[in-house]
RNA sequence: GCCCGGUUGGGGUAGCCUGGCAUCCUGUGGGACUGUGGAUCCCUAGACUCGAGUUCAAAUCUCGGACCGGGCCCCA
């Protein structure tokens, strides 16, 4: 026997038909805010994802050479190809320019509950845009979409880079110090973060007004705490989904990212009832156009971990429809096979979901069998009926059964 | 990559400590029942994660690998 390679996962019919809801309903959402779906390869060169997240990724992404020498590596998150997709040639569509896209990536970690080697993402980018109103717009997007597929409890944590940053750099720290102080910050390993403050030459009193920042959590009012432009910019976009109904929004400047493409507002959101492993999304502004060999380009993004959200939908109890089948052809005697087949290709030819019996089965196993794929109508096509041009239509569900005119069978749907 | 726990028919399990015919439920196929289902009864098929070792004998004990899960690292 051969097992699937660890990480990956097999998908029965009820999870794919789960999963494929759920997508739909995401697509729907993105549609409604005017973002259209775009596709990127599977593979790309492996410098593209070594330029965004530095050489040390290699170590976490599936990374190989191929046939003809080049560096090749499964994508490991879809935002850096859907900006090279940009730069290489959409760079002179209409501003701002709203795409989303959903699909597997792969990352070579080791696997736990909701984490997987082979994962499927799903998010958007507006490019192109700056402000708040962009960024507010964005974020509406994502906590709509959980909205949208049904997830009850969700929180959304709102922070800005710009914060700590300035913070950090007017407080002396130099540029070579800042992404690892903000690494430990993000972490909430405050000692670690203090040390690595205090040789960078930061004085005691920054030190406990950064890590007081940092720990900053709450409502509107915390921005009281903060001055300047990421201020405004907060204040504003907190507003703008308060027009929207979110009321889940929560203000943490210590929502912070290493990295160095973040530029502005940084956003995540949690299901709780996920614990440990909680965040469903993450996003926030960025600008990597340059990165890559474009012109500076600011947008807005997210990703939204699509296995870790249906975990959290599956805890809440989520229950998609359950599968069924509109028709189910019963044959009573081998004579009558024929006139089943020309009934199937009538009714699936009109849209009917249809099933007809292939094992040669007994009318009452059939019945048995048509109970168990969940057969709305069962069709009995039976000698004395189709002597008078007939068939049995039976009612699962009730029971009633009725003969009807074989030529007027669509009627029954 | 590191530490810890686990893995028994398709799904769920008993047995493991204390080595000796692998248990039960459910599901699959068939029959009772060749013109009427969901019930019941019967039959059939189906598993010890893999390899090595110890032993007369290994699901059971020992070692190693794979996979799953908890924690660490990482989480772009």
Do not use: W
Not at 14 to 39: H, N, Q, T, V
Not at 185 to 194: G, I, P, R, T, V
Not at 213 to 219: I, Q
Not at 299 to 316: M, N, P, Q
């Amino acid at each position: 026997m051969i097992q699937k390679p660890r990480g990956t996962r097999d998908f029965r019919s009820d999870e794919m038909e789960k999963r494929r809801y759920l997508e739909k309903l995401m697509r729907e959402e993105a549609a409604l805010f005017g973002f259209r779906e775009i596709a990127t390869p599977i593979f790309e060169n492996t410098e593209l994802f070594t330029l965004k997240s530095g050489p040390n990724v290699i170590d976490e992404i599936y990374a190989f050479t191929d046939k003809g020498g080049r560096e090749i590596s499964l994508r490991p998150e879809l935002t850096a190809p859907a900006m090279r997709f940009f730069v290489n040639e959409l760079s002179s569509e209409p501003r701002p320019l709203k795409m989303f896209y959903f699909g597997q990536c792969f990352r070579y970690e080791r696997p736990q509950s909701g984490r997987y080697r082979e994962f499927f993402q799903f998010g958007a980018e507006m490019i192109g845009s700056a402000g708040p109103q962009s960024d507010a717009e964005v974020i509406s997007l994502a906590a709509s979409i959980m909205k949208h597929i049904g997830l009850k409890d969700y929180r959304i944590r709102i922070g800005h880079i710009g914060v700590l940053r300035e913070m950090l750099s007017s407080s002396g720290a130099s540029a070579d110090n800042i992404p690892l102080i903000l690494q430990k910050l993000d972490k909430k390993e405050y000692e670690e973060a203090s040390q690595r403050m205090k040789s960078a030459g930061l004085s005691d009193e920054s030190i406990s007004a950064i890590i007081d920042v940092t720990e900053t959590v709450g409502s509107v009012e915390v921005l009281e705490k903060i001055e300047g432009d990421a201020k405004e910019h907060l204040s504003k976009v907190f507003q703008i989904l308060g027009y929207y109904g979110f009321n889940n929004v929560e203000i943490d400047l210590g929502v912070v990212r290493g990295l160095d493409y973040y530029t502005g507002l940084v956003f995540e959101m949690d299901a709780p009832v996920l614990g440990a492993e909680k965040q469903i999304c993450g996003g926030g502004s960025y600008s990597l156009t340059e990165l890559f060999g474009g012109e500076k380009t600011f947008s807005t993004g997210f990703g939204i971990g699509f296995d870790r959200t249906l975990l959290a939908l599956d805890r809440e109890g989520f229950e998609t429809p359950k599968y069924e089948i509109s028709a189910y052809i019963i044959p009573v005697t081998d004579a009558m096979k024929d006139e089943s087949y020309k009934i199937a290709a009538n009714l699936r030819s009109s849209g009917i979901t249809t099933e007809l019996d292939l094992m040669g089965r007994s009318l009452s196993k059939n019945f048995k069998y048509a109970s168990s794929i969940n057969a709305k109508k069962a069709i009995i096509v039976g000698e004395k009926e189709f002597a008078e041009g007939c068939v049995s239509v039976r009612d699962m569900q009730s029971g009633e059964q009725k003969v009807v005119k074989i030529n007027e069978i669509l009627q029954e749907f």
